[in-house]
């Protein structure tokens, strides 16, 4: 962009302090840039405070630049994602909504900046959601999210999505945009629509991923390796249209990153020294999108989509059946942990009784109020200690419908891997219940229905766990649960969730007509397990639900999964390894646990004051189950709790098991032994 002749109008729509469109003043040749001042260059802000900033930096660096001081005209105090309405409300002072208007007037060529980033308020009850945008999100939803095949496109509310799908509108039928932002639209799974459009709408897309997203490599640190100090990954994109037929477009794809542990000086003299960065990213790699409009296919294996789909939308919606699983549905999400899990079912009782004496209170307040146009995010109690609101529960309350304590609605559940809690398990306290009502529509269907518990999405390798109750939707894009058997919500009508296409399609290729849905259920839960299955694949199961080969052999495979079930669902009834108690003599016999510490190798644990469990063996930590082991999952949720918000406190000791913790650590390191020798044990999965 630098030097060239510079006859096009520039907009940087988020300007902040100004310091994009000053690089953009500097590289304009000192003859032409009163004239490109006046009229060409335009910003938009819409907080006063970086509005008055970015004017003074602009208007001193035009009088640095041209020894003459000018007022700076072409910047405007807007919300951007206003102006898409097209007609234009009175903005503060009229000259103000003039710029806008004559900015609105124009034909923009090049779109360039820096959006603001973050997916949405982190609690319902601080009321400061992402505003909504009528025209930006209409035009989000109609193309970037409908031509998604996601399930959770959470994602797509992100204000840097609405600031591309803007941009794309605005420039006219040629141009330039050119962000810097979070990077998750290059690789995330909500983002495959996105893709898709951002192809069809541009003709050549080069991509520079500067990294530093230490959610997806915790090896990583914000402060070190990102470019802007941040969690999330950062990218510069440049999207290019050329005259020519809307929507006919098919871009050419460039894409280039930056070493994974380069430090964040590194990348700044990276960007430094590249001269030219276009040619920089086009020499690095050209991207050819697969059909599912993927441009990362690093690690991706073709043959997976030959494999038989553990699940499909298709066949949940009862469009056919060509998935080994009928149904399956995300982990309970309940939006509210500290209020409706705990490790006590007193406690429980106590916040939930509260929690629904507050929203009722709610309910009879908003339906009784005077005041009809009240706006009901700041009309209703933000109390953390008293209730913790969600989109949902806001719902319900307009539909006016109260909520009821039931004793039955306290179940056991499993909330993270090896711990059990208890769940208030109803409607309205539980954001999405997805299909649990009919995977567990009781507590006497725990005896009979289990449950693969898999962890999905690109931020943790993927785990599978067999459960026999209600588990958790888990943090990092949450977790799909596929039942033995699906029931009717007062637990009759009890069906197989394995499909007859599947039955079919086992014993046909191991014609072997003594292969049942319970042996492929077993089955698929053993090759979950497979090191080589899980490794060889990883890349496709970041991005898409399990398909699952014909191992050679299928019965071996059938007893492991088996024996690997009854190990996981019964990890109580397991015998305790044999680990040496150290007890220390200056300290009274104690049971109660508060925080359990490894020691730095690992091979001890220390319980509390009186008791350090040692011997704890290395291959104990070879079972993981996403980014922990086993034992470390119960090292790390055995802990007494307290939410800074709400108050509310989780205490693991049991008062009618004093032992409780001191077992399971026993015997979860057993289970974690024996799963690994099973593992390692399974078969070759290709003959
Ligand atoms: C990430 S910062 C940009 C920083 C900028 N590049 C700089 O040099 O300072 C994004 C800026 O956009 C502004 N902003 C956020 N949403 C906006 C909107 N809808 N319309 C206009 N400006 C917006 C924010 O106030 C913030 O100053």
Redesign the pocket.
């Known amino acids: 962009m630098g030097g060239s002749e510079f006859g096009m109008v520039v907009l ?9 469109l000053l690089r953009v003043m500097q590289e304009i040749p000192r003859s032409r840039l009163a004239q490109k001042y006046g009229g060409e260059l335009h910003c ?4 006063l405070l ?1 509005y008055y900033i970015a004017s003074m930096n602009i208007e001193h660096l035009f009088y640095e630049l041209t020894g003459e001081y000018k007022p700076f005209e072409g910047i405007c105090l ?4 206003e102006l898409a309405k097209g007609r234009q409300m009175r903005l503060l002072v009229a000259e103000n909504t003039e710029r806008v208007l004559r900015q609105q007037a124009q034909d923009i060529f090049i779109i360039i ?4 980033y973050n997916v949405g308020q982190v609690n319902e009850n601080d009321n400061n959601k992402n505003r909504r945008y009528e025209v930006v999100d209409k035009r989000v939803a109609e193309s970037y999210a409908k031509g998604s095949a996601a399930t959770n496109k959470n994602a797509l509310s992100d ?1 840097y999505v609405k600031a591309f799908r803007w941009a794309s509108d605005r420039i006219g039928e040629e141009g330039v945009v050119a962000f810097v932002t979070n990077n998750g639209f290059v690789d995330g799974l909500a983002f495959d629509g996105m893709r898709k459009h951002l192809a069809q709408d541009f003709d050549a897309i080069y991509i520079l991923d500067l990294g530093g997203n230490v959610r997806k490599n915790p090896r990583l640190s914000g402060t070190t390796h990102n470019v802007f100090g941040i969690q999330v990954g950062v990218s510069i994109a440049f999207l290019v249209r050329r005259k020519g037929e809307a929507g006919k477009r098919n871009a050419e794809i460039f894409y280039s990153t930056v070493g994974e542990e380069w430090r964040k000086e590194e990348k700044y003299s990276f960007l430094e020294r590249a001269q030219d960065i276009l040619q920089t990213i086009e020499e690095r790699h050209r991207i050819e999108p697969n059909p599912k409009h993927t441009w990362l296919m690093e690690g991706l294996q073709s043959n997976f989509d030959e494999f038989l789909p553990m699940g499909s939308k298709d066949a949940k919606a009862g469009r056919g059946d060509e998935a080994i699983f009928a149904n399956y549905s995300p982990g309970l999400q309940a939006n509210r942990d500290v209020w409706v899990y705990n490790f006590s079912a007193n406690m429980l009782r106590e916040n939930v009784q509260l929690f629904i004496e507050s929203y009722n209170g709610e309910v009879n307040r908003w339906h009784t109020r005077s005041d009809r146009q009240a706006d009901l995010d700041s009309f209703v109690l933000a109390d953390a200690n008293k209730i913790k609101w969600s989109s949902n529960l806001k719902g319900y309350l307009r539909q006016h419908r109260f909520a009821t304590f039931a004793e039955d609605k306290i179940r056991t559940s499993l909330y993270r891997p090896f711990t059990r809690q208890h769940l208030f398990f109803d409607e309205i306290l539980n954001h999405r219940q997805g299909q649990w009502p009919s995977f567990f529509p009781t507590p006497e269907t725990e005896q009979s229905n289990r449950v693969i518990w898999l962890k999905v999405g690109a931020a943790w390798p993927m785990f599978a766990l067999m459960v026999d109750r209600i588990a958790d939707l888990l943090p990092e894009s949450g977790s799909q649960c596929f039942p033995l058997y699906t029931y009717d919500e007062d637990g009759g009508n009890r069906r197989d969730n394995i499909t007859d296409w599947a039955l079919q399609g086992f014993r046909a290729h191991y014609s072997d007509e003594r292969i049942g849905k319970l042996d492929i259920f077993h089955y698929v839960y053993a090759l979950l397990h497979h090191p080589a299955y899980r490794e060889r694949y990883a890349a496709n199961l970041r991005r898409d639900l399990p398909r699952l080969p014909f191992a050679p052999e299928f019965w071996p495979f059938a007893r492991a999964g088996e024996r690997l079930a009854h190990l996981h669902v019964h990890y109580e009834a397991q015998p305790e390894y044999p680990l040496q108690w150290i007890e220390s003599p200056n300290a009274p016999l104690d049971w109660r646990a508060e925080k359990l510490r490894l020691s730095k190798d690992k091979t001890q644990l220390r319980y509390n004051d009186f008791l350090t469990l040692s011997g704890i063996p290395e291959t104990a930590y070879a079972y993981r189950l996403g980014n922990r082991s086993a034992l470390e999952w119960v090292i790390d949720q055995y802990q007494v709790s307290t939410d800074k918000r709400s108050g509310i406190t989780n205490d693991p000791n049991r008062a009618d098991d004093p032992q409780y913790i001191v077992r399971l650590i026993g015997q979860v390191i057993t289970v974690s032994m024996e799963t690994v020798e099973i593992v390692q044990g399974l078969g070759p999965l290709e003959g």
Do not use: H, I, L, S
């Not at 940087?12 to 994009?20: A, I, K, L, R, Y």
């Not at 807007?78 to 994602?81: A, E, G, I």
């Not at 900046?113 to 603001?116: E, Q, Y």
């Open positions: 940087d729509p988020f300007v902040g302090t100004g310091n994009f938009n802000e819409v907080m970086p807007v919300d951007t994602f900046g820096n959006p603001p204000a």
